[in-house]
């Protein structure tokens, strides 16, 4: 159902719920690694990473490097990165320029995936959805089919973290959302697609998602061997406890089934809908606003940053010394909460607009009434 609503297709064999988003990371990068290290064996039968181990494939494999290939990673990559034994320093941004450090560049990407022939092999994790900005890696379905097109040349994994990004894909295609869905497309042509349920889809903490095309690779590193008083009867269903993380585990499909139940296509659209209404709304204020400065700067400011904007604005005060305060100011109101973040160097304020009880109107005067006050107390 979540496949059908974020229009994936039906090809994806393996898929499990997570913890959320991170685990949906650590499992795009685990798969990734069993792949790209299993697809250099000389023979099926040395069985991959699930069974020699990182260091013993890799030797059999002649690899002496995974990368993880991405622009502004969440946080959670780069622990996944080192959970999954690849490392933190794996991680590397190859991003089109230092305006745009969101962007992925395709020439630094293939100058990267280059290194197999040294030993270097990769795996490409695009940020759909970047946690400061909200914006996308990618700009549509010719950027990911190029993508696509580079990591079978040089049998890379494909991995999307697409915690809240994904749902931008179930906007109506009307020209107020054109661009955020040109943004979100493609996204289906990856190896595999993490996302998280507990952010736009309102499910208790904790829930995340995620999707990859083979039925067996999560398998084949997340088997529960030899556990015979846990053998499932015969079924077509694979059990959780063989393709993800925990053995035991809440049901946590089940309130995902009750929002797509209770809500549908409609539903959803329209609570997304407001979300970013708002969020642009917010961004509108703040880009006209004398005090505060919408962030990342445009190179030509206007409509262009307004399309972008999903749910996530990313702001800060002009005055520096407002600016220091500023995170610690505005939850000190009590009236809305944001986190403070840094861009180019210095203190930024970041809102994330995210839950079903947004009403537009209402809560831009709050926030509105909220920065307002802040400038009038520092006059
Ligand atoms: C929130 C987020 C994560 C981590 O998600 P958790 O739900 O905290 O595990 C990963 N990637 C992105 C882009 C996110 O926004």
Same mark, same amino acid.
């Given at each position: 159902m979540l496949a059908e609503l974020l229009e994936?297709?039906? $090809?994806?064999k393996g898929r499990t719920f997570t913890t959320g988003a991170t685990g949906s990371n650590l499992l795009g990068l685990a798969c990734g690694r069993e792949a790209v290290v299993t697809s250099r064996? %000389? %023979? *099926?039968? $040395?069985?991959g990473v699930g069974e020699l181990g990182l260091l013993k494939a890799c030797l059999k494999a002649g690899i002496r490097e995974i990368q993880v290939l991405t *622009? #502004? @990673?969440?946080s959670s990559l780069f622990k996944s990165a080192s959970v999954v034994g690849? @490392? /933190? =320093?794996s991680v590397k941004d190859v991003p089109v320029s230092q305006d745009e450090p969101w962007k992925m560049s395709l020439t630094a990407l293939e100058n990267e995936l280059k290194r197999e022939k040294e030993g270097v092999v990769s795996i490409v994790a695009v %940020? =759909?959805?970047?946690?400061? *900005?909200?914006? +996308?890696a990618t700009d549509g379905v010719a950027t990911m089919k190029k993508i696509r097109v580079l990591c079978d040349k040089y049998r890379a994994w494909l991995h999307v973290d697409?915690?809240? @990004? &994904? +749902?931008? /894909?179930?906007?109506?295609?009307t020209p107020e959302f054109q661009t955020l869905i040109n943004h979100a %497309? @493609? &996204?289906? &042509?990856? $190896?595999s697609i993490g996302g998280d349920?507990?952010? #736009?889809?309102?499910?208790?903490?904790d829930c995340g998602v995620f999707f990859t095309r083979s039925a067996t690779i999560l398998s084949s590193i997340f088997q529960n061997p030899n556990a015979a008083y846990l053998v499932a009867g015969p079924s077509s269903i694979p059990s959780p406890l063989n393709i993800g993380l925990e053995n035991s585990r809440r049901f946590r499909a089940l309130p995902v089934y009750a929002v797509l139940m209770a809500y549908g296509r409609k539903g959803m659209q329209e609570m997304v809908v407001r979300q970013v209404r708002l969020a642009r709304a917010v961004a509108e204020y703040l880009e006209s606003s004398e005090g505060y400065q919408l962030l990342p700067?445009?190179?030509?400011?206007?409509?262009k940053a307004i399309d972008e904007t999903f749910i996530i604005v990313l702001f800060r005060a002009k005055n520096d010394a407002i600016n220091e305060q500023l995170v610690k100011k505005i939850n000190a109101s009590r009236k809305m909460y944001v986190s403070g973040t840094k861009w180019d160097g210095k203190p930024a304020s970041r809102i994330a607009v995210s839950t079903w009880k947004v009403d537009v109107e209402r809560d831009l005067k709050l926030v509105k009434s909220v920065l307002e006050d802040i400038l009038r107390d520092a006059a």
């Open positions: 994936l297709g039906d $090809d994806w064996l %000389s %023979s *099926t039968e $040395d069985n *622009t #502004m @990673g969440h690849l @490392g /933190r =320093a %940020s =759909a959805g970047e946690v400061n *900005t909200g914006k +996308f697409g915690a809240f @990004g &994904l +749902f931008a /894909r179930c906007l109506p295609e %497309s @493609g &996204l289906e &042509l990856a $190896d349920c507990h952010k #736009m889809l309102n499910v208790p903490y700067i445009q190179a030509s400011p206007g409509t």
